[in-house]
C-alpha cells in the first residue's frame, strides 16, 4: 500500500495520533498501515487500542474496521 503524504503520522516522539477526515481520504488505510508497522516494531510487547462510539461497532464491524 502506498500512502500519501497526509496519511504519514507526524515525525517526532508522539504516543496518540488523531487522524479525521472525510470519507474515502483513507482513514482506515492509514490506521492499518500504522498498526501493521507497529506490531513489526515491537512484537509481542505491542499494543494498541481501537476507538468506536460504541463496542458493537468494533465487534460487528459497522466501521470499515475488521472485526475482531
Do not use: N
Request: charged share 15%.
Amino acid at each position: 500500500v502506498v500512502l500519501q503524504e497526509y496519511q504519514t503520522p507526524p515525525g517526532g516522539d508522539w504516543r496518540t495520533w488523531a487522524f479525521k477526515g472525510a470519507r474515502d481520504t483513507g482513514k482506515t488505510v492509514a490506521g492499518a498501515a500504522m498498526v501493521i508497522a507497529h506490531l513489526r516494531d515491537f512484537g509481542p510487547a505491542a499494543r494498541v487500542g481501537v476507538m468506536a462510539p460504541t463496542q458493537a461497532e468494533i465487534a460487528h464491524g459497522h466501521s470499515s474496521a475488521a472485526p475482531c
